[in-house]
């Protein structure tokens, strides 16, 4: 089903995207300007025309929109269609306060499955595929977005949602299930639960995990790889955006391919706002070509990623984005240097006999920041002597400290002790009054 | 020849060591002898138990990081320069002891002194040689 339309749309050349998204750019301008009050408020107090936007160079001249716009405009004033066209809203998994709605159009749902699907296709799928769907089905785009997007492609569905892992593991057995969606934190927990309980992988039929909503590291999806036996592709999208579909890696597992046709990207300095050249690594920026209701004009992610602009092996020529580095917001300020988490998962997941569990706690005494990182302890690195752990201790703390170039401490904690998520994973307390 | 200890990790926190004696304790295991190391994050209890590859089964079970450890124990007598004995033989042969406690021995004129050495086949020959009575794991409920 369908298999045929998203293989040309994966395979256009470069010229043919950039014809594609320069019209669409130019008709998604005037739409914002005409539909969305927000939006001509901005154009008129920069004295900026639609008209004005010519090529896909002057993006560059458009006003940004951040997630406090959504906030601000709480809950559909943002909206460019009347309710009556809008068929679905789904909202975002705000920490604080009210969160961000976004509105879809039957058509936006008609893009939406498509660019899942897009994500999809790319782990080698067929209509025989079995396709266990542990995102949150609900307000959060993740649940719905997988859904849609799967059964566009005639693949089945087990839309089973998070958690209640007793249930996914025997779900994997009795259905056979060949393909799994859910976030990298919680594939990692099923991992550890499969070994714990015995089962052999050669009961099960698992071949591609499409993973996202979280960041992580490349040695954290070696590890995922071997305990579950699949493919481990990293997915990204947003809710603001679309949700799942917006980027997804190919078998080369070589960057994220972004459906640039629909999504329009740009990195920035998001200190200045200016563009950044390929392989630079800024904020990344989306302008939404296609949307009826929530369409975004350079919407900022927060996502720290970088672009690359060159073919991919898998003959698809759309940019592609590394994985997401850290988040402008969850980026920590210990002692004047930027440090993301992401960076303390790679060191911890190169070194031997560490658990993939750990916990970032930023405290501030006397002044002065400290790190502390919680490791588990392992049977591996076990011993009955002191000075045995404490060398163990001490290998982990050079191996950050010579990434962060900062000193933290490093402390063991027992087996199971540090808390797990079956969604986003909170990996960093921050204690300090600021 | 050789004694089997459990080695457990336990947090430097309150309540960390009461977890461990409470599972012992629901299933009647007695504790012969323990040591503790402790640094400011971290312990390491040591333990000599009857049965002890079944404790060690129960501990994983409640998912304590927990493993066997091969030590030597030897019976000095009762007397001030025991271990000095003892000791000396391990410096001349330049041993060095890892850690090493004492037995609570309610019988005899015998102290048990556990040691924990890198090299522990060297170590037993050279308390072989020097007719130094090595305590034996079947006898521990003996004392």
């Known amino acids: 089903m369908n298999f045929e339309k998203i293989d040309k749309l994966e395979k256009m050349d470069i010229n043919q995207i950039k014809e594609i998204q320069t019209d669409r750019l130019k008709k998604i301008v005037k739409y914002c300007y005409t539909n969305i009050k927000h939006y001509k408020n901005l154009f008129d107090k920069q004295k900026l025309k639609p008209e004005d936007i010519k090529s896909l160079d002057d993006v560059k001249l458009l006003p940004f ?7 601000d405009n709480y809950p559909f004033d943002l909206f460019a269609t009347a309710l009556d066209k809008v068929v679905r809203v789904h909202a975002s998994s705000g920490t604080t306060g009210k969160p961000i ?33 542990g995102y949150g089905y609900g307000l959060f785009t993740g649940g719905l977005g997988i859904h849609y997007g799967a059964e566009y492609l005639g693949i089945t569905v087990i839309p089973v949602s998070g958690g209640n892992t007793p249930r996914q593991l025997m779900l994997f057995e009795d259905f056979g299930t060949t393909l799994l969606t859910c976030t990298p934190s919680y594939a990692m927990l099923l991992g550890e639960a499969i070994e714990q309980q015995g089962i052999s992988r050669s009961k099960l039929k698992l071949r591609v995990g499409y993973l996202g909503a979280e960041p992580w590291s490349d040695n954290m999806r070696k590890e995922i790889e071997k305990k579950l036996g699949i493919l481990a592709i990293d997915i990204y999208g947003l809710s603001e955006i679309i949700g799942p579909g917006v980027a997804a890696e190919c078998k080369y597992q070589n960057g994220l391919h972004i459906c640039t046709d629909h999504f329009y990207p740009e990195i920035i300095n998001p200190h200045t706002g200016e563009q950044l050249p390929e392989g630079t690594f800024g904020e990344l920026v989306f302008t939404t070509l296609t949307k009826e209701c929530s369409p975004f004009i350079r919407y900022r992610t927060r996502d720290i990623a970088a672009l690359n602009y060159q073919k991919c092996e898998c003959g698809s020529c759309h940019y592609r984005m590394t994985r997401v580095a850290g988040r402008t917001d969850d980026m920590l300020i210990i002692r004047g240097i930027n440090v993301f988490p992401s960076q303390i998962e790679s060191v911890l997941m190169e070194i031997d006999g560490v658990a993939p569990h750990y916990q970032i706690i930023v405290t501030r005494e006397n002044a002065l920041d400290e790190l502390e990182v919680q490791v588990e302890m392992t049977d591996n690195a076990f011993s009955d002597e002191v000075k045995e752990i404490e060398n163990f201790a001490r290998r982990i703390q050079n191996a950050i400290e010579a990434v962060l170039t900062i000193r933290v401490k490093v402390t063991l904690v027992g087996p ?19 | 020849m050789l004694l089997k200890q459990l080695s457990i990790f336990l947090e430097n926190k309150p309540g960390k060591l009461s977890e461990v004696t409470k599972v012992l304790k629901d299933n009647n295991i007695n504790i012969r002898s323990l040591s503790m190391a402790d640094t400011s994050d971290f312990g390491i ?10 404790v060690y089964k129960i501990l994983k079970e409640h998912h304590f990081t927990v493993k066997i450890t091969e030590v030597i124990a030897v019976k000095i007598s009762d007397r001030p320069g025991g271990l000095n004995e003892i000791l000396n033989y391990f410096s001349e042969e330049n041993i060095n002891v890892e850690y090493m406690y004492a037995f609570v021995n309610r019988s005899g004129d015998n102290a048990i002194i556990v040691f924990k050495v890198h090299n522990i086949q060297h170590a037993i020959n050279i308390l072989v040689k020097n007719n130094i009575e090595i305590f034996k794991y079947e006898d521990i409920n003996t004392i």
């Open chain 1, 65 to 71: 929109t951040y997630k406090t716009d959504l906030r």
């Open chain 1, 101 to 133: 709605v976004v509105g879809y159009t039957k058509n936006d749902i008609e893009v939406w499955a498509e660019t899942v699907a897009r994500t999809l296709y790319k782990g080698d799928v067929s209509e025989k595929d079995i396709l266990q769907n």
């Open chain 1, 416 to 434: 199971g002790t540090i808390q797990r998520f079956e969604g986003k994973a909170k990996r960093v307390i921050d204690k300090r009054q600021l």
């Open chain 2, 45 to 54: 209890l040591r333990l000599i138990v009857p049965n002890v590859e079944n």
